[in-house]
Each structure stands twice: as structure tokens, then as C-alpha cells.
């Protein structure tokens, strides 16, 4: 595999996922292998667990020549070679697999983290059965109706938005007004040889692409074609066709609201429910509308709309035309697995923890529930930066604890410093009271002299004091000023990184290497934040 770029100096230095403070309980306590989760999932998230995943999901799929087929089509669509797709052809290849809605330009940069995690998956698994072939896989949430979600990334502070117009899946949608976009990028980021190639990428992508399921396809395949990764859109017929059964069920014995109600109910004991299921988990898709599905009596009705049912009707309809049906977040992933070899799902802290509601659903229609792996986080840390806290003399960990932390710290210093200058004005008033005591003895007269002496003195020492205190002051301001600028450059608005800034941040950066960096440095199976800073 690709290699990163010799030109590029960057050195990774890790921090536990626990030290952050920024992963819920019920992540922490998954990756700890707490008893409490047990029966939320299957196997667990380690490289021995595999062999068994795979020998059982050998054993179940039965859909690859229709995913093949397909895959072709999607990619023929695009414009873009099939030649990734067809190792899916072979009955000895198996997907590890990660998602994202069609975010503009990728949207958040962990969009790339979970992609590059899903690649470094795939090379360790092939390590340890090199007779298998492993593919990633990027699910694209092209039917998310969602528009705000997807329609923006941010350069800097500046939010670059796309306006549209347009209703129903966002991956459906149009690309016109793209060129708008890319003209005031092009403002934004000027000119220079990485901000040609930013610009060349998203003129490639969407500009000249008529949907944004397409637009988003090119983009992953110019950022990690060379890695293998295969890109899905679940809004097809065909795919849709293979999972019409499961959908017929739901319809008619509400199975995902049943499944998911009792793991929630299990789960309250201790954690937060991330999803709330309806009776019906599915949406009517149609060209410009997505609209949830309600029985309402004995008719089935499109939320929002006109459209009425009786359930004969629905389920010709789903017989007829499956690409009409699109499920909602309890059967997406469930969809995912019906159609794939997958063996694996990578996703972010909050992802997994709505799949632990979902184990049940998979178990009722008898397919085999995927390994949950969490995606690795990056935290990109400026020279700059480094350098700052590398002055201050502070570990790289303090980033993530909140300012008030460090002025408690930075407090005590100051009572510890307060506290020494106590100590040499009480050795001071000693010495004063000696001579007193002396020369009394001698001359009774010169015990007012000694008095006026201290009192002269001391005058000094409580002016020398406060001076100190106000340099000292000063002093731990500064520290405070400079510690919150590296903090607000690593964890912008108090947030992670990860969730805010985009790729473009990683180009200007890292230059064009970005992406054979994070390759670089990026590890499955960890449970530690990765700190990537210039050196």
C-alpha cells in the first residue's frame, strides 16, 4: 500500500481515550469489556475475534452477485472504473465497512479518519488470513433527508454553504449552484499549489457531477481509490430488492420498534438511549420527498402527504418498485449487513452506541450481527501550538482539560510562591527582634531605633510584595493566554476538532501528502486519541 510522503515532518504522540474526557461511558466501558454490555453485541472488537465472524458470515451471504452487479452500475454511472468492485466477485473477499451522510467536501475531517480506519482494518486482517481478500467500504447515507446537516463545511470560522432548493434524499439532489461554492472557495483559500489542488478536487466532484450521491463517489475515489475503498449508495433497486422481505416484516409486525424498545429498556439500567424507534422504521422515497410511513387504522400513510394505502396496496408497492422504501436509522444498518460480506462496522462513539439497540433486530431475522470498532480520532496540532505549550512546560494532555484546571494549578503556584515570601519576612522580623533584645540590653533607649528600622523595612518588604504579586499575576496571565490559544487551535469552541474542521484544514497543513499521513499514523484496534503535530 501507499506509503506517506517522505517530504512531510510530523511526529504522533497518543493520549488514552478515558484522559480526554470527550467518550461516553458507554464506549469506555465497551472497549473495557464491562459485563454490563454483554448481550448488546457479538463479538468483541479485537483481531482474534475474526475468525469466527468470518467463517459465519462465509456461511450466511448469499447476495454478491447481485451487489457485484450493482456496484458496477453505481460506478459506470459515475464514470469511474469497476476494477475495485470486481474483488468483491470473488467468494473469498469480505468488507469492513464504515458511513457517512453526503457531507459537502466530506463535511467534518472524521470523515476521513473512518475511511483511512477502515483501510488499516482490512490490511491487519489480511496479515492474519492472508488467504482472504478484505475490502473497505464507505456507505453513503445518500437518502438522509436532512439538508442542513450536509450542505456546508467550514474553512477556518468561515461556514461555506450550499443552497439549494431542492427537497428529498440529499444524494438525489442536484449539483447546480456548485460552481457558486467553488467561487468563493477559490477567494477564500487563494492561490498556491495546494489550494490548485483543493479546488481541482471539488471542481472534479461537483461541478461536473449531476447528483450529489455521484459528486460525493468521485470525491472519496480522488482521496482513497489508491487504498482500495469501494463506495456504496444504498438508494438502488437492485440492492433494494434483496431486503424487500425484511421490510415486508416490519411493515407488518412492527419488529424494529419490538427489538429496539426492549434493548433500550435494558440498557436504561445505566446508560443513555441514542434512538427511538417508530412503529414503522421505514420512509416513502419519491424524486423530491422523503416522508415516514404511519398506520393510522387499517391504512398505511406517507407523513405530511396525500398518499394513502391499504396494506395490500403498500406491499405490492414494495414488491413492485423496493427502491420506493428507504429505511429509517433502527433498519439502515441492518440493510447495510443484509446486502454486504461485511464482517466489520467502524463508526464514530455515538454511532456505536445506537447499534448496541440493534442487536435484537438482527438476532429476529437470523443475520449476523458485525463487529463494532471504533474509529480512531486525530487531533492536528500546529507548530505553533506545540511550541507554546512546550514553553509553558505542560504535557500535551492539558489540552483537553478545561482552563479553569490550569488556573487552579497555576493558583497554587501562586499560594506556594506567596507562601515562601511569608517565610523570609517572618526570618527578617527574627533577626530585627535579636538586635532589639541586643542592644536593649546595652542601651534601653535604642529599642525605639530598632523599632523605626522595622517598621521601615517592612514598609519595603510589603511594597516588594505587591509588585511581585502583580508581576506574578502578569506572569500566569500570559501562561493562561498562551495555553487558550493552542487549546482553542486544537479544540475549536471547546469541541473536538475532528467535528468542526474539515479537510481542507489537513491540505494547508500537511500539504497534498494529508491523507498518506493520517495512512501513516492511523492504527485499528486502539484505544488511544492521536495528537498529529508538525515537527
Known amino acids: 500500500m501507499p506509503q506517506a510522503t517522505k517530504e512531510i515532518s510530523y511526529k504522533c ?16 466501558d465497551y472497549l473495557e469489556d464491562k459485563e454490563s454490555l454483554g448481550s448488546m453485541y457479538g463479538r468483541r472488537p479485537a483481531l482474534s475475534s475474526f475468525s469466527d465472524q468470518l467463517q459465519a458470515k462465509q456461511e450466511q451471504y448469499e447476495n454478491r452477485e447481485v451487489l457485484v452487479a450493482a456496484l458496477k452500475e453505481q460506478y459506470k454511472g459515475s464514470g469511474l472504473p469497476t476494477d475495485q468492485v470486481e474483488r468483491l466477485s470473488s467468494n473469498m473477499a469480505f468488507t469492513i465497512t464504515t458511513g457517512h451522510q453526503v457531507c459537502l467536501n466530506t463535511g467534518p475531517l472524521y470523515f476521513l479518519y473512518k475511511i483511512i480506519s477502515a483501510v488499516k482494518t482490512c490490511e491487519s486482517l489480511k496479515t492474519e488470513h492472508s488467504n482472504y481478500d478484505f475490502v473497505p467500504v464507505f456507505w453513503m447515507a445518500t437518502e438522509d433527508h436532512d439538508f442542513e446537516e450536509a450542505n456546508h463545511f467550514y474553512v477556518g470560522e468561515k461556514k461555506m454553504e450550499w443552497e439549494s432548493g431542492q427537497g428529498g434524499a440529499v444524494g438525489r439532489m442536484k449539483t447546480v449552484g456548485m460552481d457558486d461554492v467553488l467561487n468563493e472557495l477559490k477567494d477564500i483559500i487563494g492561490v498556491g499549489y495546494t489550494s490548485a489542488t483543493i479546488l481541482e478536487m471539488f471542481e472534479k466532484a461537483y461541478v461536473k457531477s449531476e447528483n450529489i450521491a455521484i459528486a460525493t463517489r468521485k470525491l472519496v475515489h480522488q482521496l482513497f481509490g489508491k487504498y482500495g475503498v469501494v463506495v456504496v449508495d444504498g438508494d438502488d433497486r437492485a440492492l433494494k430488492r434483496l431486503v424487500a422481505p425484511y421490510f415486508k416484516r416490519e411493515i407488518l409486525e412492527g419488529i424494529g420498534k419490538a427489538e429496539v424498545e426492549k434493548a433500550s429498556k435494558e440498557l436504561a439500567e445505566k446508560y443513555k438511549a441514542q434512538v427511538y424507534p417508530r412503529d414503522i422504521n421505514l420512509f416513502y422515497l419519491d424524486e423530491e420527498y422523503r416522508g415516514r410511513i404511519e398506520k393510522k387504522g387499517e391504512i398505511y400513510q406517507v407523513l405530511n402527504s396525500q398518499l394513502e394505502f391499504s396494506e395490500e ?21 441492518f440493510y447495510q449487513e443484509v446486502i454486504l460480506p461485511n464482517l466489520a462496522y467502524i463508526g464514530g462513539g455515538g454511532e456505536l452506541a445506537y447499534w448496541f439497540q440493534l442487536k435484537g433486530i438482527f438476532d429476529t431475522f437470523e443475520i449476523e450481527f458485525p463487529i463494532l470498532l471504533l474509529r480512531n480520532s ?102 493562561i493566554a498562551k495555553f487558550e490559544r493552542a487549546q482553542s487551535q486544537f479544540l475549536p469552541a471547546g469541541s473536538l476538532q ?15 501528502g494529508f491523507i498518506d499521513v493520517l495512512y501513516d499514523v492511523i492504527q485499528p484496534f486502539s484505544d488511544q486519541f492521536l495528537i498529529l503535530r508538525e515537527d
Open 13 to 28: 504522540d497518543q493520549v488514552s481515550l478515558k484522559e480526554t474526557g470527550f467518550f461516553g461511558k458507554i464506549i469506555l
Open 313 to 333: 396496496e403498500l406491499l405490492n408497492l414494495l414488491e413492485e418498485e423496493p427502491e420506493k422504501f428507504s429505511p429509517n436509522v433502527v433498519l439502515r444498518p
Open 378 to 479: 486525530v487531533g492536528i496540532l500546529e507548530k505553533q501550538a506545540f511550541e507554546d505549550l512546550k514553553s509553558l512546560g505542560l504535557k500535551l494532555k492539558v489540552l483537553f482539560h478545561h482552563t479553569e484546571h490550569l488556573e487552579e494549578m497555576l493558583l497554587q503556584l501562586e499560594n506556594s510562591s506567596n507562601y515562601d515570601l511569608e517565610t523570609a519576612f517572618t526570618s527578617i522580623k527574627a533577626v530585627f527582634d535579636r538586635v532589639e533584645t541586643q542592644l536593649a540590653s546595652i542601651d534601653p533607649t535604642l529599642e525605639h531605633s530598632v523599632k523605626s528600622g522595622w517598621a521601615r523595612v517592612s514598609r519595603i518588604l510589603l511594597n516588594l510584595e505587591k509588585k511581585g504579586k502583580r508581576a506574578e499575576k502578569r506572569k500566569y496571565s500570559d501562561t
Open 498 to 512: 475532528e467535528r468542526r474542521f474539515n479537510l481542507i484544514y489537513g491540505y494547508q497543513v500537511f500539504g497534498e
